[in-house]
């Protein structure tokens, strides 16, 4: 009762201060109670850290011993029995059983399960070993049901967390569940749900490329690429070539060129033809490229015949697709485009295609070569003002000849 007097006294005693002083002491307590509440938070923070620490370098290598015994031993028969016997291997430390266990209720804190989730990725990555008897732990555990409640969060970084468990564990069951996040309006959740649902899913793993909305960021190009080589080394890859030809989102069609290229589906070869006329001229020139990658020699003189009608990206398309087909038709349409255009890096562009062109794309480029160097070397006999473009084209012709030579 005395305290509360003297709080009431002090209120008082600050209320006849000036307004300046009353911020001033009002600012004060502030910082102090955040202070203290700061500090109370990091003891905390450090105190559970430490248990968590203590927890791991007890408890993980004892949970990664069970399983190995499970996996590769076949110890223990039932799922009853694993459940048991992980939780005894948890509760080493005469914790407290939780109640309700008979009657599945979750086995173990989320702590104790992120731990024995990430052992069994680890193993499932490292062991050169197979097993099939990951279902009888994840099934023991409770793991799907234990993964599913995670998506209650608002957390972008929580569901990520959780979709890319689901994809490292290979949980196919859970691809429905998935499939929901795979048009999520947050980016990031909804790019780990697509590579996880394109790595689980048996019936339709490319579903997501039908409603695929928005441009595809360099980071998800990435991960999905790197997830397709997966596929075609194991069950295969579907031919790209029927979301090229009817997917309206560029962003994706884009992708899949590089992908139906990269993979050599030359039966797309039809599809992508019909694209080098679209009116996105990133897309035409991805087009224009990945025929060239597929090998369409058909295709190259239609190509060098538009080449003058074409912006910038597409000439260099076309440019570089001849030199991918190499098919030495080409020869006299390099040197025509050498000499019309009258851009620097076009130029080098082409001297870089035409030396390695074969020995008549050498002969040409020498040629070429020789022509530059005679009118450089005139206009120095002449005392002339040396126009700073032959530098550039000599340097150019110079850097086709050697990378190593800086060009700019």
């Not at 502030?30 to 559970?48: D, N």
């Not at 062109?357 to 002339?384: C, H, I, R, T, V």
Request: hydrophobic fraction near 40%.
């Amino acid at each position: 009762m005395e305290f509360i007097n003297w709080l009431y006294s002090l209120q008082f005693k600050i209320r006849a201060y000036p307004l300046v002083i009353q911020i001033s002491i009002a600012f004060i307590f502030m910082s102090l109670f955040m202070s203290i509440f700061f500090m109370v938070y990091l003891t905390l923070l450090r105190r559970v850290y430490a248990i968590r620490e203590k927890l791991q370098n007890k408890v993980a290598p004892k949970i990664h011993e069970l399983f190995e015994k499970i996996l590769f031993e076949d110890y223990l028969d039932t799922e009853d029995e694993i459940r048991k016997e992980f939780e005894k291997t948890v509760n080493k430390n005469n914790r407290r059983r939780r109640k309700g266990f008979g009657k599945k209720k979750q086995v173990s804190n989320s702590y104790e399960m992120d731990l024995a989730i990430d052992t069994l990725i680890r193993i499932r990555n490292n062991s050169h070993e197979e097993s099939t008897r990951y279902p009888m732990i994840f099934n023991a555990l409770q793991i799907e049901k234990y993964l599913g409640s995670k998506f209650s969060f608002t957390s972008s970084g929580t569901k990520k967390k959780a979709i890319s468990y689901f994809s490292e564990l290979g949980m196919a069951n859970s691809d429905s569940t998935i499939l929901t996040y795979t048009y999520s309006n947050n980016e990031e959740v909804q790019t780990e749900a697509r590579l996880s649902y394109l790595n689980l899913s048996k019936n339709d793993p490319y579903r997501f490329f039908d409603e695929l909305k928005g441009d595809m960021t360099k980071w998800s190009q990435v991960k999905l690429m790197n997830l397709l080589i997966e596929q075609s080394n194991t069950v295969g890859l579907p031919n790209f070539g029927k979301w090229i030809g009817y997917s309206t989102n560029d962003s994706l069609v884009i992708f899949l060129l590089k992908a139906a290229a990269y993979f050599n589906q030359k039966k797309a070869i039809e599809i992508i033809r019909s694209k080098v006329k679209d009116v996105n001229h990133e897309l035409r020139a991805e087009a224009i490229l990945a025929l060239g990658k597929l090998g369409d020699v058909e295709y190259e003189e239609v190509l060098t015949r538009i080449y003058f009608n074409e912006p910038d990206i597409c000439q260099e398309a076309i440019i570089r697709c001849v030199g991918f087909l190499a098919t030495g038709k080409s020869l006299e349409f390099l040197k025509l485009a050498f000499q019309d255009s009258k851009d620097l890096d076009a130029q080098k562009n082409i001297a870089l295609v035409m030396y390695d062109y074969g020995p008549e794309g050498k002969a040409m480029f020498a040629e070429l070569k020789s022509e530059m160097e005679k009118q450089l070397e005139e206009a120095k006999n002449d005392d002339e003002l040396v126009d700073v473009e032959l530098f550039y084209r000599d340097l150019l012709f110079k850097h086709a000849e050697n990378d190593l030579i800086l060009y700019k």
